[in-house]
């Protein structure tokens, strides 16, 4: 196929700049002066090759600023006076490390010969394009220097078929070094047009194949080899060595996260803490702790329950901290009170609630410094060590702890049931509170002015255009496959067809929804469902199917997440990406449900895996009207 001319690709990427975007067509500088391109030649010693002339001859790189065009993340185009300043620069650094993989043309970290041609992404030149001056083969083949790491050499044999590719891709919305231009407010923008696997391997299905274990069984006492003394007849003195084992270091008292709440059974405490139920029983705190670090817990949290007065209590073995989380200790205090002691390094602090409401008298923090040098990774084995790295947050913990005695009536110390086979459960823990609305959605996503978008739509459209949106992203993600979220989608759907969702829009950025799927968010996490297809029907609620299903996929990404760093697991850096991306939809589509359409809009817009979501969004705003052309302004 025969390579276009440097100037005829030229004209292909200015011709779709100045349609898509006219402000980085502008930052595109005059040609370069013949006579500065043969002083630079003669200061930097090098011919320059001949599509590196022809491309300067037509732009002496851009003007660095905002808008600035970019080749990807290679950064903007340099000037002439731009490649003799970086190449020297880099060339001084190069002599300075001689020698170090010299052997190797890619080996050394800059070589005499090589001519740098972009900028970076920073626009500093240590992360940039480069061609190589050297007569014979290979002359004016296209590398890349990488800042951190070796340099490599692209598939690019000249600048000539780069910038054919760079043509091509603007004209086409096609990827350009994995990744996808898009013109955003007149700017050149660079996406990344990504993808998951459909079916990663899911922590949450391998735990269900794995059983809970068993802790050993406690060592039975070893007999000691040593041969019984004799009787000797001899009576002479005799000498007898005894080995001394260094005397075991006491392990620290246990000072776990603790919840009470009052009036409430154990199970009714669980329950409210999110207890899977086919993980119920009875547990002492090692069992616990042994069957939590197992591949059958899949990371998430174990808790075991009991009873004090008239207090149900919880305690948080293993797991990422629950207790100190406000939507938590929302739920456990319904219609009661619920009081909480938690520790976090140099930080221990008593929080208590009254049936959702925080009671900011009775809370309580301590803040403790460091008080010695011991410094370990592992929380668990400091303990067993007996290495307390902030004992003056154990101090606090023991006394707050006798202060719930005298100001709750509750009495509890935590070793003493730590043999008792409490209730106890892996908990799928609550969904975060949503953001408050009243913040509203931020100003640009992905470069799109948004709050402009929000201002100049009316409230029907945009609620509709946001549903159209969030279907595409469940499709991307692969969440519709779940027949709650689907089921969830559908009943969206039917609302948008029917027009009956329609609010008024009373300000900037603001939406009053008044019809099915409609909330008024009067707290955090609170709605207030006023149509007959309100959230509450979506499953939303504490417990319900689409509650559960979103707390699902929270639980496959965390695990994931953890999973991902041990090299014997099977799920890979792929599955985690797909994970936080499903969850991330499901998110996207609680918000839709539960938040003000501009303020769901940024979440729905911000999770798209589509680099072209923009020009979606163009067509789903303009009602079914015609779709604008790839990479176009999607306003």
């Known amino acids: 196929m025969s390579i276009p001319a440097v100037e005829e690709s030229w004209a292909r990427i200015e011709a779709w700049l100045a349609r898509h975007a006219p402000v980085s067509r502008a930052r595109l500088r005059p040609p370069a002066a013949g006579e500065a391109i043969r002083a630079a030649e003669r200061e930097l010693g090098l011919m320059f090759p001949s599509g590196l002339v022809a491309s300067l001859r037509c732009h002496d790189g851009v003007e660095l600023g905002e808008g600035a ?19 020297a620069m880099l060339r001084d650094i190069g002599t300075d490390l001689r020698g170090i993989g010299d052997e190797d043309e890619l080996g050394a970290y800059w070589r005499q010969e090589w001519l740098l041609i972009t900028l970076g992404a920073d626009g ?11 007569p014979g083969p290979g002359h004016g083949r296209v590398g890349h220097s990488r800042t951190e790491d070796a340099p490599v050499f692209t598939p690019w044999a000249s600048l000539r078929h780069l910038l054919a590719d760079f043509a091509e891709a603007l004209e086409e919305g096609r990827s350009f070094a994995g990744r996808v231009p898009v013109g955003v407010d007149g700017v050149l923008r660079w996406e990344d047009d990504r993808s998951v696997v459909p079916d990663p391997v899911s922590p949450l299905a391998l735990a269900a194949q794995a059983t809970e274990p068993e802790p050993p069984a406690p060592r039975e006492p070893v007999a000691s080899s040593a041969p019984a003394p004799s009787e000797d007849s001899g009576g002479g003195p005799r000498l007898t060595f005894v080995r001394v084992a260094p005397p075991r270091p006491q392990p620290l008292p246990d000072r776990p996260d603790l919840v009470f709440a009052e009036g409430l059974t154990p199970a009714e405490l669980l329950r409210r803490l999110g207890a899977i139920p086919a993980t119920v029983r009875p547990r002492s705190r090692p069992r616990a702790e042994y069957a939590a670090a197992s591949p059958w817990a899949a990371h998430r949290p174990m808790v ?51 049936d ?56 509890y110390r935590p070793q003493d049931d730590a043999g008792t086979g409490l209730t106890s459960a892996l908990l799928l823990p609550l969904l975060d509170d949503l953001p408050d609305p009243a913040c509203g959605p931020a100003g640009e996503v992905g470069g799109l002015d948004l709050a402009a978008l929000v201002d100049r739509t009316p409230p029907e459209r945009l609620r509709r255009a946001c549903a159209a949106q969030l279907r595409r992203l469940a499709a991307e993600t692969g969440i519709d496959a779940y027949p709650e979220i689907a089921d969830a989608l559908a009943r969206i759907g039917r609302a948008e067809r029917t027009g009956s969702d329609a609010g008024e829009h009373t300000g900037p950025g603001a939406a009053e929804h008044t019809g099915p799927g409609a909330t008024e968010h009067t707290g955090p996490g609170a709605t207030e469902h006023t149509g007959p297809d309100a959230v509450t029907d979506l499953g939303l609620g504490v417990g319900d199917p689409l509650d559960l299903r979103i707390r699902t996929l929270a639980a496959e990404t965390w695990a994931a997440r953890q999973s991902v760093r041990d090299e014997a697991s099977p799920v890979a850096a792929e599955d985690l990406s797909a994970w936080i991306a499903r969850e991330g939809a499901a998110q996207a589509l609680r918000a839709f449900a539960l938040l003000p359409v501009p303020v769901a809009a940024e979440r729905i817009l911000g999770q798209r895996l589509s680099a072209r979501w923009r020009d979606e969004l163009a067509g789903d705003l303009a009602d079914g009207g015609p779709q604008p052309a790839a990479g176009s302004v999607n306003s």
């Open 69 to 87: 065009p970019e080749l990807a993340y290679f950064g903007p185009s340099a000037r002439v006076a731009d490649i003799v300043r970086h190449t």
């Open 124 to 134: 500093q030149g240590s992360d940039g394009l480069f061609l190589t001056a050297r």
């Open 304 to 354: 075991r329950a009991g009873t004090t007065g008239g207090w149900a209590y919880a305690v948080q073995e293993e797991g990422t901290a629950q207790f100190g989380r406000p939507e938590v200790l929302r739920a456990v205090s319904e219609g009661t009170r619920a009081v909480a002691l938690t520790r976090q390094g140099p930080e221990v602090r008593r929080t208590v609630v009254v």
């Open 356 to 411: 959702g409401v925080p009671d900011e008298e009775a809370a309580r923090l301590v803040m403790s410094p460091r008080e010695n040098v011991a410094s370990l990774p592992d929380r668990k084995l400091a303990r067993r060590l007996g290495v307390d790295p902030w004992p003056g947050s154990t101090v606090a913990y023991t006394r707050l702890l006798a202060e719930l005695d005298g100001e709750f009536g509750i009495r």
